[in-house]
C-alpha cells in the first residue's frame, strides 16, 4: 500500500526553511536553463516571421547572405523576366533589386551598434506588403531619408524619428518607423535603393535580388531555373529557407545554455540529496512506526522518491513563473551577419513542459539515494534512533 | 585559529554532508571560474607582449565594411607605426563548409609584411622564401595543418565567396604560433587579380604593428584624427579589443557572462545556507554544551562561520581546479581562438573565486550563527531535536 501523498506535502510544510531554500535553488537552475530555451526560440520566431516561401532571394554564387553577395545590375535583366515571377500592380515583375549594407547607430551615442541598411525601389516594397509604417512616413526617392524598424525605435535613442543616422558619405534623416510583423525588418533600416547606391558608389554592384513567385510549385521550379542558369551564375534560395539558415547563429548559445544548465542541475540535486539526507535521519523513528503499522519497504522508498520530486517540483515550478513573469516578452538583441538583430524571449507552454521535466529529473536523481536509505532501515534500529 | 582543530572535526563528523555540500559547490564554482577567467581575459587581462605591439584599423562602421588600400602610406608615415600590414578577410568554402574543421579563418594579406607584423610566428627560412615567391601560396597555422592532415606542397581549393571565384592555394609554409593558428595566410595579389576593376583597392583592414606598447592609445588617436574627414573614418584598436569586437557581434557577451555569475553565486549561497542552518539545527544541545564549558557566544559565532566557510572554500578550490582544466579545453576549440592566452593557473582569477566562496560561506552562515550564539544555555540544553 502507498503512503499518501499528504504526508509528504506536510513534511514539506513542516521543514519550511528548508524546503524553501532547496526550491529556490532548483527554481534558479530551472530559469537559466527556461531563460536560454526562450532566447533561441524568440531568435528563431523572429527568423521564421521573416521569411515568406513565395519570396525568392537571389544571391552571387558561394555567398551565404546578402551582405557578402554583389549583383551587378546587368545580370537583373537577365533575371527579372524569368517565367514565374508574379506581377504587381503596374503589370511589371515583382523583382527588387536591392543594396544591403551595414551602418553604425553609434555617431549619436559612442556605442556600436551595427544594423542593416536596405536600400530599395518601390517594387521591394510592393512585395512585402507586410511592412507598414506605424509613425511619422515613409521616405521619398531622391531625398537623404529613411526609415528604422520598430524594435530598433524602442531600443536605440538614435533611432528615432528627426534623428540623423551616418551612412556612406553623409547624414541620413529619420522619418518614419515601420512595423514588419515581428520579423527581422523590425531591426532594419530601410531607404531609396538609388540615393543610398549612389552614396555608397556602388550603382552598378549591389547585393541581391528579391522576388517573388506566382505560386508554391512555380517558386520550386524558379529556384531550380535560376540556380541552373549559366548566364548570370546566381543562386536562388526560398526567403524562409535563407532564414531558417541564419538561425544558426543561435546554436552556440544555446549549447552553452544548455552547458550551463546541466552544470547547475548536477550542482543542485547534490543540494536536493542533502536535503533528503538530512529528512530521512530526522524521520528515522517516523520510518521505524510506518514500517510497524505495515508499510513496505518499497512505499517507503517510493514515498521518499516522491517527496524529492514534489520539492524539485514546486522549485521547477517556481523557476517558470520567474522566467515567465521577468522574461516573456523581454526584448533583447543578438549579432547576425555582423548587424544586430532584435527579438524578444518566448517562454512557451513546451519550454515550460521542458523546464517542468527537467527539475523532476533533478529531483528524481537527487531523492534516489536518500530514499533507498530509508527503505533499508531495521524497524528496530529505526524506533530507537533519538 | 586555536579552534580551527575543532572546526575542522565538525566539519568531518557528518561526511556525507559536508561531502555533497562540498560537491555542490564546486560543480557551480567550475562554472563560475569559467566565467571569471572569460571575462578576465576578455575585458580585463593584459595582453601577451607580442599582442601589445600590434593595433588593427578598420572601417568605423563595421569590419565588413573596407577601407581604401592607399591609407597604408598615410598609416606608415605616423610616428611610432613600425610595420603595415593590409588584409582582407577571405572567408570562401573549403570542401565541406559544414565540416567545423574546415572552418578556420582566411586572410589575403601583403605577404611581405606578414613575419614582420606577426612577429611571434616561427616559420623556417626556407618555407617563407616560397612563401613569398609564389603568387598562389599560402601559409598555414600548425593546427590547421595538424586537424587537416596538410603537409608542405599540398593543394588547397578554395570557393570564394566574398570574393567570388575558384581559387587554388599551394601550402609553401607551417608556421608556429604561441597562440591557437588555425588560420591561413595568403598573398592579396592573388586576390587582386580576380576582382572586377571596381572592387580593387580596397581592404579589410590594417594590422600594424608599433615601437612600444605605451605608445599604442596615442598612436591609435593619431590614426583615427587622420582619417576623420575622409569618406572611411577609421577605427583603431588593439589586437585585442578588436578579436572581441569580433567575437560580440555573437551577442551580449558581457550581459551573458555576468547573468550566469549572477545565478551561481545565488545558487551556492542557498545550497551553503541550507547546510549551515540543519547542522546548527542538529547540534542545538551540544552548543548549550559548549557554551556551559565556557565559551563566548562570539566563539560559537566563530565556530559555526569558519564551519561555512571551510567547507565553501574547499568547494571553491576544488571548483577553481576543474574550471582551470576545462578553460584548457575551451581553448582548443575554435572559440578558444578568441581568447587571449591563458596561464593555467592565473592568479587573479583563483583569487577571486576562492574569495568568493569565502564570502558565501560568511553569509550564508550568519543567520543560523547569530541565532546559536545568542541561544541561552537552558534552553540550548533542553531542545531535544
Redesign the interface.
Known amino acids: 500500500m502507498a503512503i499518501p501523498i499528504a504526508y509528504n506535502l506536510r513534511n514539506l510544510v513542516v521543514r519550511k526553511?528548508?524546503t524553501i531554500?532547496?526550491a529556490?535553488?532548483i527554481a534558479?537552475?530551472v530559469?537559466?536553463l527556461l531563460?536560454i530555451l526562450a532566447l533561441v526560440n524568440g531568435l528563431r520566431a523572429t527568423l521564421s516571421a521573416s521569411g515568406d516561401p513565395l519570396r525568392i532571394v537571389v544571391l552571387?554564387?558561394?555567398?551565404?547572405s546578402e551582405?557578402?553577395s554583389?549583383f551587378q545590375r546587368a545580370q537583373f535583366q537577365d533575371l527579372k523576366y524569368k517565367p514565374g515571377i508574379a506581377t504587381g500592380s503596374d503589370g511589371l515583375p515583382l523583382a527588387s533589386l536591392e543594396v544591403v549594407?551595414?551602418?553604425?547607430l553609434g555617431a549619436v551615442e559612442d556605442s556600436?551598434i551595427?544594423v542593416n541598411v536596405r536600400a530599395l525601389l518601390p517594387v521591394g516594397r510592393e512585395m512585402r506588403p507586410n511592412v507598414h509604417i506605424v509613425s511619422g512616413r515613409w521616405y521619398r526617392a531622391g531625398q537623404r531619408e529613411v526609415v528604422v524598424g520598430k524594435m530598433l525605435a524602442q531600443q536605440h535613442r538614435s533611432a528615432h524619428i528627426g534623428n540623423r543616422i551616418r551612412l556612406g558619405?553623409g547624414d541620413w534623416v529619420c522619418v518614419g518607423v515601420m512595423d514588419g510583423g515581428g520579423g527581422s525588418t523590425d531591426s532594419e533600416v530601410w531607404g531609396d535603393l538609388n540615393q543610398i547606391s549612389a552614396d555608397l558608389q556602388r550603382l552598378?554592384?549591389l547585393s541581391s535580388a528579391t522576388v517573388k513567385a506566382t505560386d508554391a510549385v512555380t517558386a520550386k521550379a524558379l529556384i531550380n531555373d535560376i540556380n541552373n542558369d549559366q548566364r548570370i551564375n546566381m543562386t536562388a534560395v526560398s526567403e524562409k529557407e535563407y532564414y531558417d539558415r541564419q538561425t544558426d547563429?543561435g546554436v552556440?548559445?544555446r549549447d552553452v545554455g544548455i552547458f550551463?544548465a546541466i552544470?547547475?542541475a548536477?550542482?543542485?540535486s547534490?543540494?536536493a540529496?542533502?536535503?533528503m539526507?538530512?529528512a530521512v535521519a530526522r524521520r528515522s523513528r517516523e520510518i521505524g512506526t510506518l514500517r510497524v503499522l505495515g508499510f513496505s519497504p518499497g512505499s517507503i522508498m517510493l514515498s521518499f522518491l516522491l517527496e524529492s520530486v514534489l520539492l524539485s517540483l514546486l522549485g521547477g515550478i517556481v523557476g517558470c513563473l520567474l522566467a515567465v513573469l521577468l522574461l516573456n516578452g523581454y526584448s533583447?538583441?543578438?549579432?547576425a551577419n555582423?548587424?544586430t538583430m532584435a527579438f524578444e524571449f518566448r517562454v512557451t507552454p513546451e519550454i515550460v513542459a521542458v523546464g517542468l521535466a527537467f527539475a523532476v529529473t533533478l529531483g528524481a536523481a537527487g531523492g534516489l539515494l536518500p530514499a533507498r536509505m530509508a527503505a533499508r532501515k531495521e524497524i528496530l534500529d529505526a524506533l530507537r534512533a533519538v | 585559529m586555536r579552534y580551527l582543530p575543532l572546526i575542522l572535526k565538525n566539519c568531518w563528523r557528518n561526511r556525507r554532508r559536508t561531502i555533497l555540500t562540498v560537491a555542490s559547490i564546486g560543480v557551480s564554482m567550475c562554472l563560475l571560474g569559467v566565467v571569471v577567467a572569460m571575462y578576465h581575459g576578455f575585458y580585463m587581462g593584459a595582453p601577451a607582449p607580442d599582442q601589445a605591439v600590434r593595433l588593427v584599423v578598420r572601417n568605423r562602421i563595421s569590419i565588413a565594411v573596407a577601407l581604401p588600400l592607399a591609407y597604408r602610406d598615410t598609416i606608415q608615415r605616423i610616428p611610432g607605426v613600425r610595420n603595415v600590414m593590409y588584409a582582407n578577410y577571405f572567408q570562401g568554402v573549403y570542401k565541406d563548409a559544414r565540416n567545423p574543421k574546415n572552418q578556420f579563418a582566411r586572410f589575403a594579406v601583403d605577404s611581405g609584411e606578414l613575419f614582420k607584423v606577426f612577429g611571434e610566428f616561427r616559420i623556417p627560412e626556407d618555407q617563407k622564401q616560397a612563401f613569398l615567391r609564389q603568387r598562389s601560396a599560402c601559409v598555414i597555422g600548425r593546427d590547421v595543418a595538424d586537424s587537416l592532415h596538410l603537409k608542405l606542397g599540398d593543394r588547397m581549393p578554395i570557393k570564394g565567396d566574398i570574393f567570388p571565384g575558384d581559387f587554388e592555394f599551394t601550402v609553401r609554409g607551417i608556421f608556429d604560433s604561441p597562440r591557437p593558428s588555425g588560420v591561413m595566410y595568403f598573398d592579396r595579389e592573388y586576390l587582386e587579380q580576380s576582382m572586377s576593376e571596381r572592387r580593387r583597392g580596397f581592404v579589410g583592414m590594417f594590422y600594424i604593428r608599433i615601437d612600444d606598447p605605451a605608445h599604442s592609445a596615442r598612436i591609435a588617436q593619431a590614426i583615427d584624427d587622420e582619417f576623420h574627414s575622409s569618406t572611411a573614418q577609421t577605427k583603431t584598436e588593439s589586437e585585442q579589443a578588436f578579436t572581441v569586437g569580433f567575437l560580440s557581434l555573437l551577442g551580449n557577451v558581457k550581459m551573458f557572462l555576468i547573468a550566469i555569475s549572477a545565478a551561481v553565486v545565488f545558487t551556492i549561497l542557498l545550497v551553503s545556507a541550507n547546510t549551515m542552518a540543519m547542522s546548527v539545527r542538529e547540534r542545538v544541545r551540544e552548543i548549550g554544551v559548549l557554551k556551559t564549558l565556557g565559551f563566548t557566544p562570539a566563539a560559537v559565532l566563530g565556530l559555526i562561520l569558519g564551519e561555512a566557510c571551510v567547507i565553501s572554500v574547499a568547494g571553491g578550490l576544488i571548483g577553481y581546479l576543474i574550471s582551470a582544466l576545462l578553460m584548457r579545453m575551451v581553448a582548443r576549440t575554435p572559440f578558444g581562438g578568441f581568447l587571449p592566452t591563458l596561464p593555467a593557473i592565473e592568479l587573479p582569477v583563483a583569487a577571486a573565486c576562492i574569495a568568493t566562496a569565502a564570502a558565501i560561506g560568511l553569509v550564508s552562515s550568519l543567520v543560523p550563527a547569530a541565532g546559536a550564539s545568542r541561544l541561552p544555555i537552558v534552553e540550548a540544553l533542553r531542545s531535544s531535536d
Open positions: 526553511t528548508t531554500m532547496t529556490l535553488g534558479l537552475t530559469a537559466t531563460a552571387r554564387q558561394g555567398a551565404d551582405l557578402v554583389n549594407t551595414i551602418a553604425n556600436d551595427n558619405r552598378e554592384i547563429s552556440p548559445i550551463v552544470v547547475m548536477v550542482g543542485s547534490f543540494a540529496m542533502n536535503t539526507y538530512a533583447t538583441q543578438v549579432g555582423f548587424a
